[in-house]
């Protein structure tokens, strides 16, 4: 539809039928975006190691809504299993659409003391992890000429936090950042758009676990975000559902920050 020549702007935004991969769909941010696609009419399936977690997102999923959901337990390190599982979704959705790649890990140590164990493991999930998805995925919307691939990195690809040490953990996700512009760059030609969204202090089971070992950060993390308050789950899941929608069409390789303002200073 259009009007006096434009395209309809409120069908820009709509991802009725449309079929995505979320994975570490198992937890806080990435069963929230799972929730905000399925509302968008969006066909899930979830990639966590978690099974549990996942098949209890599942029926959620498909008790709210009318879509199908797919619960998938998945190393996402684990090559053959990547490509076994994205196998399956083109078999049952038929196409791939849509990927989130939202899994990740954490951990404080000071560099000085950081084993190459914390390093490589760190490195393995984080940054691997989503080299694995974006080629497996995307030789599939390479075939299709189409897609949207979203890396969920994270402000520490940018920026050094304070006071806690965690030199392996920025490093990951600043290479989740440039593999995105990387991928943006080189996939444009065939019409895959990769964007990358970095989040600020969210609060996730993850966050909270790591808080507990710490818990004078927590006062010391808000006094630093002029928004004075943490990210909630579903803080970040309107920019997926932008950037997986035609509205965002014309951004390839855009690191999106969601920070509450973290990073001005």
Known sequence: MSFGGFKSVKRMFMLDGKKAIVTGAGGGIGSAIAYGLAEFGVDV????????????????????????ALAMPVDVCDRKQ????VNVVIEKFGQIDILVNCHGIGQWIPFEEMSDND?????????????IMC??????????????????????????????????YNASKAGVIMLTKSLAAEWAKY???VNSISPGYTLTPLVNNLLKTRPEYEGQW???????????????????IFLASEAADYITGHDLVIDGGYTVW
């Open 45 to 68: 399936a979830l990639f966590d190691l978690n099974n549990e977690s996942i098949t209890n997102i599942k029926k959620i999923l498909e008790e709210n809504f009318s879509i199908k």
């Open 82 to 85: 990547v490509e076994a599982a």
């Open 119 to 131: 390093w490589d493991k760190m490195m393995e999930v984080n940054l691997k992890g989503v080299f």
């Open 135 to 168: 080629q497996v995925v995307g030789q599939h919307m390479i075939k299709r000429r189409k897609g949207k691939i979203i890396n969920i990195a994270s402000m520490s690809g940018r920026i050094v936090n304070k006071p806690q040490p965690q030199a392996h």
């Open 191 to 193: 019409n895959v758009n």
């Open 222 to 240: 808000k006094a630093l975000i002029p928004l004075g308050r943490f990210a909630e789950p579903i803080d970040i899941v309107g920019a997926v």
